[in-house]
C-alpha cells in the first residue's frame, strides 16, 4: 500500500508538506502543490482515515454543503431539515457524507477548493442554495468537476441536476391570495431576500409581474433575510402602504412585530413554512415547503448521476397556507 512517505519521496518534499498539501494549507506555494498532487494522483495514494471504504467494491462520498451566512433560527431550522434528509438516504445507499459550511471556502481560489474537497475523497456534492458570491462553487459546477445535485439553483448540465420548487410562482400565488383577501392592497410594500441570488431574483420578478397583472404601486425594500432588518424597514415605511409582501417568513415575522409596536395593522405574508411561524399566534399566509423531502429527493437525484444518469431539473410540490401553533408542537 502506498505511504504518505512515498509520496513526499515521489514529490521531493518533506512528509509533513505532504500532509499540509492534503489539509489545504494556504501558506504552500502553487509549484509544491502541483507536485504533491501530482504525485498523489499517480502513486494512486489513499489517507488512512479512508483506506478502508475505498478498499469495497464501490465507494462514493458526498460532500453536503450548506450557506449558514445569516445568523438565525431561520436559517438553522431550514438547514437541519436538509442534512436529516441527507442523512437518511446516505445510509439508504451506503454512501459516505462530510459536511461542509460554505464560507469554509472564502479566500480559496478555484484550485484550492477543488484540491480541498478531493483530499477529502469527495466524488460527489449536494449544494444547498448556492450563493452567487460562491464563484467558486459554481466554476466547479461549470467544469463539472464533481457529479453534482444544486438545491434551489437553476443549474443542470451533464453531471448536474438541480432540486427546487417554482419560486416565481409560489412567490406570485401567496401574494395574490393575500392581495384578494384583503381589499385594500393599492400600496405594497415588499421586503425582497437579498440582491442577486436566484431564489431571491424569482420570487422579485414574481412580484413585478403580479403588479403588472393587478395594477398596484410596488415599493421594494432589501432586508436580506434579516428579522431586524424588516422590522426596520416597516417602522420606516409600513404607514405609507396597505399590505407587506415579505420574500421569507422571518422578514414577515419582523414585519408583524414591528406593526405591532406602530399599533397598525397591514395584511403580511411569508415565504418557506417555518415552524417559527406557529409561534407568532398570527395567521399569515405562507409557501410551505418540505426542506426535509427535498433533500431526500436531492440524494436520491445524486445517486442516479453516480449510476450513469444524466443532469435534470426537478420541480417539487409546495402549498399556500397558514401555520397554526398546533401544527408545529410535539404530541
Known amino acids: 500500500m502506498v505511504s504518505i512517505n512515498d509520496v513526499a519521496k ?10 499540509k498539501v492534503l489539509n489545504n494549507y ?6 509544491t502543490r502541483e507536485k504533491v498532487e501530482k504525485a498523489v494522483k499517480e502513486l494512486g495514494y489513499v489517507p488512512n482515515s479512508v483506506a478502508v471504504s475505498l478498499s469495497k467494491k464501490e465507494f462514493n462520498r458526498a460532500g453536503l454543503i450548506v450557506d449558514i451566512r445569516h445568523n438565525s433560527q431561520f436559517i438553522d431550522e431550514i438547514s437541519m431539515q436538509y442534512l436529516t434528509g441527507a442523512f437518511e438516504k446516505s445510509k439508504e445507499y451506503n454512501i459516505d457524507v462530510v459536511t461542509f459550511f460554505s464560507s469554509q471556502f472564502d479566500g480559496m481560489t478555484f ?5 480541498y474537497l478531493k483530499s477529502q ?38 453531471g448536474t441536476s438541480s432540486v427546487s420548487i417554482d419560486h416565481y410562482k409560489a412567490q406570485y400565488d401567496v401574494a395574490k391570495k393575500t392581495m384578494v383577501e384583503n381589499t385594500v392592497n393599492n ?11 436566484y431564489v431571491s431574483d424569482q420570487r422579485l420578478e414574481a412580484i413585478k409581474k403580479l403588479k403588472e397583472d393587478l395594477g398596484f404601486d410596488l415599493m421594494v425594500e432589501y432586508g436580506d433575510y434579516n428579522e431586524y432588518k424588516a422590522r426596520e424597514i416597516v417602522f420606516k415605511w409600513g404607514k405609507d402602504n396597505d399590505i407587506v409582501v415579505c420574500a421569507s417568513d422571518l422578514l414577515a415575522i419582523g414585519s408583524v412585530f414591528a406593526l405591532t409596536e406602530l399599533d397598525i395593522f397591514r395584511p403580511v405574508c411569508g415565504f418557506d413554512g417555518i415552524s417559527l411561524m406557529g409561534y407568532t399566534k398570527i395567521a399569515m399566509n405562507t409557501v410551505k415547503q ?3 423531502q427535498k433533500s431526500k429527493q436531492a440524494f436520491d437525484e445524486l445517486k442516479r448521476l453516480l449510476d450513469g444518469g444524466t443532469g435534470r431539473h426537478i420541480e417539487m410540490p409546495y402549498k399556500i397556507c397558514k401555520i397554526n401553533y398546533m401544527d408545529v408542537i410535539q404530541k
Request: net charge positive; charged share 20%.
Open 26 to 31: 494556504q501558506l504552500i506555494s502553487e509549484e
Open 10 to 19: 515521489k514529490a521531493g518534499v518533506a512528509k509533513s508538506t505532504v500532509s
Open 111 to 115: 484550485k484550492q477548493v477543488s484540491s
Open 290 to 292: 418540505n426542506f426535509f
Open 121 to 158: 475523497r469527495i466524488n460527489c456534492l449536494i449544494i444547498y442554495n448556492l450563493s452567487i458570491e460562491n464563484i467558486n462553487l459554481y466554476k466547479l459546477i461549470e467544469n463539472q468537476e464533481f457529479y453534482s445535485v444544486l438545491v434551489d439553483s437553476p443549474i443542470v448540465n451533464t
Open 187 to 197: 400600496k405594497v410594500l415588499y421586503i425582497a431576500g437579498g440582491r442577486g441570488g
